[in-house]
């Protein structure tokens, strides 16, 4: 079974607003509405290419049922439901051919609440993998992950994280199948600048990553594809499909869980790097997340 874990879901509301001025009542053009976070996203793409999987996390308050009620005919998911606070709610604004995003803080996460649900990772089986993606809510410290990972790996089971800073560097030593910053993530981890056109800087940075503990690097390039660092060293780039920009919020998740599915289904990982690029990219030509019918036009292939 695959995990997905996004300690703090969301409702994410997408508006188009043509003009947009701060200090004013502005009205929206265009709405979407859709229940998520970053581990959410990634259980919802899985579904797309036909691998169910169980979105675990934190919800609280009436926002938070509705993220449940929402998904329940999408995906699987057992959530741990807080005594209070509320779920977040994140804007993401369109206007003036920019995006603007407002994200939410969400509950606070007691330890009694964080001690049941990482018992839950003492259970696991060889034949599991969980996905740790996003940030960790305020008042968790950052070992939080590695701490994951460290009772993962005890059950023989493997991890994929997609977090920043020292919360991705925390499950290192841990060995994660694969992680996937993206080009300013990584220059974040060195205190740099990176172009997304140096290929040798690039690699000698993923490069380290590995030699710290993770099996396999995905670097995402944004319009440019994504760079893969195999476990036997190869690098390949993978250029991002051409279409019509929407927006790129949940390309990078996209990304990811169309990797882990061409894995999954036994595909090499520069084929299942290129199922990702194809996910990624059908995501950030439309609102919201990628259907397989998006997918499948960009890739050119069944999935």
Same mark, same amino acid.
Do not use: W
């Given at each position: ?147 994951? +990972? =460290?009772?993962?790996? *005890?059950? /023989?089971?493997?991890? @994929?994280?997609? $977090?920043? !800073? ?5 499950? &290192? ?32 940075? +993923? =490069?380290?990553?590995? *030699?710290? /503990?993770?099996?396999? @690097?995905?670097? $995402?390039? !944004? ?5 893969? &660092? ?33 894995? =999954?289904?036994?595909? *090499? ?35």
């Amino acid at each position: 079974m695959i995990y997905t874990v996004t300690l703090n879901p969301s409702i994410d509301c997408y508006m188009t607003a043509d003009p947009f001025e701060i200090g004013r009542t502005n009205r929206a053009s265009e709405e979407h509405v859709y229940y998520g976070g970053k581990g959410i996203n990634v259980s919802l793409v899985l579904k797309e290419f036909g691998i169910e999987s169980t979105a675990l996390g934190f919800i609280a308050g009436s926002n938070g049922l509705a993220i449940r009620d929402g998904l329940k005919d999408k995906i699987h998911t057992d959530f741990d439901v807080l005594s209070e606070g509320n779920s977040r709610i994140n804007l993401k604004l369109f206007s003036n051919g920019k995006e603007t995003e407002i994200n939410g803080i969400g509950p606070q996460i007691d330890e009694n609440a964080l001690r049941t649900f990482l018992r839950r990772f003492d259970a696991l089986s060889p034949d599991d993998t969980v996905i740790m993606s996003g940030s960790v809510p305020g008042g968790l410290t950052e070992t939080l992950y590695g701490d994951m +990972a =460290k009772r993962i790996t *005890s059950c /023989g089971s493997s991890f @994929v994280c997609d $977090s920043t !800073g020292n919360h991705l560097l925390n499950t &290192l030593q841990y060995g994660p199948m694969v992680i996937k910053p993206n080009i300013y993530e990584l220059g974040a981890l060195y205190g740099m600048s990176i172009d997304p056109n140096d290929m040798d800087t690039i690699y000698a940075l +993923a =490069k380290d990553l590995q *030699s710290k /503990g993770a099996k396999e @690097v995905i670097v $995402s390039l !944004g319009d440019k594809g994504a760079v893969l &660092l195999e476990e036997n060293g190869s690098l390949t780039l993978q250029s991002a499909y051409k279409g019509e920009f929407v927006s790129s919020v949940c390309a990078g998740d996209s990304l990811l869980a169309g990797f882990i599915a061409g894995k =999954k289904k036994g595909l *090499s990982s520069v084929s299942s790097l290129e199922m990702g690029v194809a996910a990624g990219s059908a995501c950030a030509f439309s609102y919201g997340l990628p259907t397989s019918e998006s997918i499948v036009k960009l890739l050119g292939r069944p999935i």
